[in-house]
């Protein structure tokens, strides 16, 4: 079973994030289920979505607490929220961040990527351009870091969910699919230092 948590904000559109992956996932073959944690209902305040996907009919109902993977819409909840809470070692943290600076706090035993979904949804018109709903562009940016399902199935995800805009959540994707950065390790990092401090 591979188990996801989506952190965002009120009007984010975490629990859209999730459903838009849970319809990829089932086009990708998977059993599917998603549920979002509320605090209280307004704009800006945090919320949480989650979802779950099996090859196997999915019989488990509780809250997920160590997710396989992470995706945080809004760069500032990483300083301000347990992003990392529960994370797996094999696991992947897919961060919203118009850089990777000061995102080595986040670092550890899983990968961490990331893409500036914010600059890429205000470019395709994705909410206002003031306020640009990223959500579905962290999607496309998901199935890069975990190869899950493919662009084919979120551009079949996207028809479904949000048909009315499907054209540009479509295009908004596929740019941050092929943006996508993944941070250096810090293992691989330090490893890499050995090497060459010891090739001199």
């Given at each position: ?7 965002g ?24 289920q ?29 809250k ?6 992470v ?12 992003v ?32 500036d ?14 306020a ?8 496309g ?21 949000l ?38």
């Amino acid at each position: 079973m591979i188990e996801i948590r989506i952190h965002g904000r009120g009007g984010q559109g975490a629990v859209i994030a999730s459903t838009v992956i849970a319809h990829a996932s089932h086009h990708a073959g998977y059993r599917v289920q998603v549920f979002p944690e509320f605090g209280v209902e307004r704009r800006g305040v945090p919320v949480t979505a989650f979802a779950r996907l099996d090859r196997s009919p999915i019989l488990l109902r509780t809250k997920i607490t160590n997710p396989d993977h992470v995706v945080v819409l809004d760069p500032a909840l990483a300083r301000h929220s347990p992003v990392t809470d529960g994370m797996r070692e094999d696991g992947c943290i897919v961060m919203n961040s118009p850089s990777d600076e000061g995102l080595e706090s986040l670092q550890g035993p899983w990968r961490l990527a990331w893409v500036d979904a914010t600059e890429i949804a205000a470019r395709h018109g994705i909410g206002t351009a003031s306020a640009p709903i990223v959500n579905t562009t962290m999607v496309g940016a998901f199935a890069a870091a975990t190869g899950l399902f493919r662009m084919e199935h979120v551009e079949a995800a996207l028809r479904e969910v949000l048909p009315a805009g499907a054209e540009a959540n479509a295009a908004a994707a596929l740019e941050a699919f092929e943006a996508l950065r993944v941070m250096p390790s810090p293992v691989t990092g330090a490893l890499q230092a050995l090497f060459e401090g010891g090739a001199r």
